[in-house]
């Protein structure tokens, strides 16, 4: 059970709350996913979001350390990588259909196995910065244990190698590289607007 599940309370999200799959229909979980490498923002730009939205914002990251004890780049850490994205998975599967709000992911959580097709029914807008940028950006490492001992080299390779995955499950890629998290907002809260 996820520290922040009461804020998940449908009856918080009057937005929010059915998304459409071409099999299955209407499928019940949130307005807006957000995904990208850690310190794109998911987290300050799905706060804004939610509060823009009038729902409720919630944080895959918390819902991890909430449901196994330890901060999620400890969980990766302790775990090992293969094992902590089948935490995920396995999470994520009841978190999906339970929160209507805004739900920002972990970092890594669209590279799990089964985790595209889970998205397939939500809106995912895809957060992108630049190396130089996300190296600027504060607390990455204390919250990412798992970047040392070279977090330049690795996040290098992490970029290179998930943004094609990022890009592939996001309906919407918005830049961020030197822009405030209000001008970023606009462009993820137009990507939900129906295009004519
Ligand atoms: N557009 C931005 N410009 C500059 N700094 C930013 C921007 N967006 C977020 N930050 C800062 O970068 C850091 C990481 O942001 P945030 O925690 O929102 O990222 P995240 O994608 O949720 O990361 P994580 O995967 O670690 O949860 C924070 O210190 C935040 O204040
Ligand atoms: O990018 C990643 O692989 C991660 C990002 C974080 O959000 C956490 O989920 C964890 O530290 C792993
Ligand atoms: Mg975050």
């Given at each position: ?9 449908p ?19 949130p ?29 895959f990251d ?7 004890g330890?901060?999620?780049g400890?969980l990766?850490?302790?775990?090992g ?8 998975h ?20 669209p590279?799990?196995p089964?985790v595209?097709?889970l998205?397939k029914?939500?809106h ?32 290098r390779?992490l ?12 309906d ?14 606009n462009d ?9």
């Open positions: 059970m996820s520290a922040n599940s009461a804020a998940s309370d009856a918080h999200d009057p937005a929010g709350g059915t998304a459409s799959d071409p099999v299955n229909g209407p499928v019940s979980g307005v807006l996913v957000l995904v990208g490498p850690p310190g794109s923002g998911k987290s300050t730009v799905g706060r804004l979001a939610a509060d823009h939205l009038g729902v409720s914002f919630r944080d918390d819902d991890m350390q909430a449901e196994h330890k901060e999620a400890e990766v850490v302790d775990f990588r293969e094992r902590f994205q089948e935490l995920e396995e999470l994520l599967v009841r978190v999906l259909p339970e929160h209507h709000g805004v739900l920002a992911l972990g970092g890594g959580t590279t799990a089964g595209p097709e998205l029914p939500f995912v807008v895809f957060l992108d910065v630049d190396l130089d940028h996300l190296l600027r950006r504060e607390g990455l490492l204390p919250l990412h244990p798992w970047l040392m001992p070279n977090p330049r080299a690795q996040l390779q970029l290179s190698d998930r943004r094609p995955v990022y890009a592939a499950v996001a919407a890629t918005v830049p961020t590289s030197g822009r405030e998290p209000a001008d970023i907002l993820v809260l137009a990507s939900l607007e129906p295009s004519t």
